[in-house]
């Protein structure tokens, strides 16, 4: 895998709060090789170490884009909108709502939730859900509102990602736990206390910051996009 430059600027992620870490008394001994310092109770992450990794990830995800037309790469729910723009921008499906367990270890029961989704979005565009009796239009339109929740940013997913990107380890365990039993390669931003080693590629950075999570999706989102790019010159 060749090494580009992504422009990953030092500065950009202190004003970003991507060095800030949790308190010293919530931390994980094992991400102490990426803490260089503690500052007023708080563990600050070493971003010498969380430019490199994001580096890698960005080479990662642009040979992944370019190689495939596809590129199935799932962003996570913290900071929602922020997601979800990131996710529509690089044209990946993406979940940030609650994850439902079994997403991809039981994939044949989501494709059937899907293909029920994608039914009833017809069904709705047509105007046939409004020549239903009330309650049974009521009850179906119920149904598509939740799926449109939990499902919204998979509904075109027609097989498991390529590679998944996941922003808050701790919240969303089970998901990293299905590509771990599954081998999907995984990117996760980790905070101080979360495990480095669960992951393919850890980035360590603040996962509660806005502008922390914001700043390495969209040096992600990026590195897909050139690599999309690339893809579709080569054609």
């Given at each position: 895998?060749?090494?580009?430059?992504?422009?990953?600027?030092?500065?950009?992620?202190?004003?970003?709060?991507?060095?800030?870490?949790?308190?010293?008394?919530?931390?994980?001994?094992?991400?102490?090789?990426?803490?260089?310092?503690?500052?007023?109770?708080?563990?600050?992450?070493?971003?010498?170490?969380?430019?490199?990794?994001?580096?890698?990830?960005?080479?990662?995800?642009?040979?992944?884009?370019?190689?495939?037309?596809?590129?199935?790469?799932?962003?996570?729910?913290?900071?929602?909108?922020?997601?979800?723009?990131?996710?529509?921008?690089?044209?990946?499906?993406?979940?940030?709502?609650k994850w439902l367990g079994g997403m991809l270890t039981n994939w044949?029961?989501?494709?059937?939730?899907?293909?029920?989704?994608?039914?009833?979005?017809?069904?709705?565009?047509?105007?046939?859900?409004?020549?239903?009796?009330?309650?049974?239009?009521?009850?179906?339109?119920?149904?598509?509102?939740?799926?449109?929740?939990?499902?919204?940013?998979?509904?075109?997913?027609?097989?498991?990602?390529?590679?998944?990107?996941?922003?808050?380890?701790?919240?969303?365990?089970?998901?990293?736990?299905?590509?771990?039993?599954?081998?999907?390669?995984?990117?996760?931003?980790?905070?101080?206390?979360?495990?480095?080693?669960?992951?393919?590629?850890?980035?360590?950075?603040?996962?509660?910051?806005?502008?922390?999570?914001?700043?390495?999706?969209?040096?992600?989102?990026?590195?897909?996009?050139?690599?999309?790019?690339?893809?579709?010159?080569?054609?």
């Open positions: 895998m060749a090494r580009r430059y992504w422009n990953i600027n030092l500065e950009e992620m202190l004003e970003a709060g991507v060095h800030f870490g949790h308190g010293t008394r919530k931390w994980n001994p094992r991400m102490a090789p990426y803490i260089s310092a503690k500052r007023k109770g708080i563990h600050i992450t070493n971003l010498t170490r969380t430019a490199r990794f994001l580096s890698e990830a960005c080479d990662l995800v642009f040979d992944a884009a370019s190689k495939r037309n596809i590129l199935n790469c799932w962003y996570k729910k913290e900071a929602a909108d922020s997601v979800a723009r990131a996710a529509i921008r690089a044209r990946c499906h993406y979940v940030n709502k044949p029961t989501t494709e059937t939730r899907l293909h029920k989704f994608r039914d009833l979005r017809t069904e709705q565009k047509m105007g046939r859900l409004n020549r239903l009796p009330k309650r049974d239009a009521a009850m179906l339109k119920r149904q598509l509102s939740r799926l449109q929740t939990y499902l919204g940013g998979i509904k075109y997913m027609t097989g498991l990602p390529d590679i998944v990107i996941i922003v808050d380890q701790q919240e969303e365990y089970t998901a990293l736990r299905e590509c771990i039993t599954l081998g999907i390669p995984t990117i996760c931003l980790i905070d101080t206390n979360c495990d480095p080693d669960l992951a393919d590629i850890s980035i360590p950075a603040n996962d509660d910051a806005i502008a922390s999570i914001r700043l390495i999706l969209n040096k992600l989102v990026v590195a897909i996009c050139e690599g999309r790019s690339g893809y579709i010159r080569n054609l």
